[in-house]
């Protein structure tokens, strides 16, 4: 389901990092569950947006810098909280190591990862495997991972329970990987405000919204697809 943001008093800047089916565009149109609803939420504040394309390290460092109005599919940190109003969790998604159809391995201890390649995405934080015990490889979209664990290139990469079966049925590549049945982490994905944008009152009402959106028929519409 993609949305198209009617034309508003205010205009803003969105940030869009292509990660499906959480925040890409298609044909034109924003989709994926965060952004879509992050668009409803904005406009319904009386906000058009103007999506744009990043990559997730240009997408954080602009918004922080309020170059960017928006940023969606986002992480919250501690570190990142002092620098923008972050939003509270749209969805969550474990954190999975992704390997070839006949790679699978037990996953007992991060230390059965040690001296192995590894794929990760550029701007997403490993705290779990950075020791450099792991030979973190990041590429620049979870696509490229996928493909390359697919073709045996790579060990394995770190990919989300939701993300990773869907970028793999997309790519035709299901039949080609598997997953580590132990997760590293929980990642919880919202949108980030620029405080330059957005006042504090300004991202309560976006707040206030998104728990509006997500108790209505809208948001079981946006799952859906």
């Known amino acids: 389901m993609g949305i198209v943001a009617p034309a508003r008093a205010c205009t803003v800047s969105l940030g869009i990092p292509g990660n499906p089916p959480f925040s890409s565009i298609e044909n034109g149109q ?22 744009r394309e990043l990559p997730y390290a240009r997408m954080y ?3 922080h810098g309020g170059k960017l109005d928006v940023a969606t599919a986002v ?8 620098l923008a109003h972050y939003s509270e ?3 969550s998604e474990y954190q999975l190591i992704m390997v070839p159809k006949d790679g699978l391995f037990p996953l007992r ?3 059965d990862l040690a001296g192995m390649d590894i794929g990760g995405q550029l701007g997403f934080l490993y705290p779990q495997i950075q020791n450099g015990k792991v030979n973190l490889l990041r590429a620049r979209n979870f696509e490229i991972n996928v493909n390359r664990v697919a073709r045996k290139r790579l060990d394995g990469a770190v990919i989300g329970s939701i993300a990773g079966p869907h970028i793999a049925d997309r790519m035709v590549l299901s039949n080609r990987v598997a997953y580590l049945p132990r997760a590293l982490d929980v990642v919880q994905l919202g949108t980030a405000l620029s405080t330059q944008a ?5 991202r309560t009402r976006f707040d206030a919204e998104i728990r509006s959106l997500m108790t209505g028929r809208l ?3 946006i799952l859906a697809t």
């Open 30 to 51: 924003v989709t994926g569950v965060v952004a879509e609803i992050t668009v409803l939420a904005l406009r319904n504040m009386g906000c058009r947006v103007q999506p």
């Open 61 to 63: 460092n602009w918004v």
């Open 75 to 82: 992480r919250k940190t501690p570190e990142r909280a002092a």
């Open 89 to 91: 969790p749209i969805i």
């Open 109 to 111: 201890t991060l230390e």
């Open 198 to 202: 957005f006042s504090q009152k300004m």
């Open 219 to 221: 948001w079981g519409q």
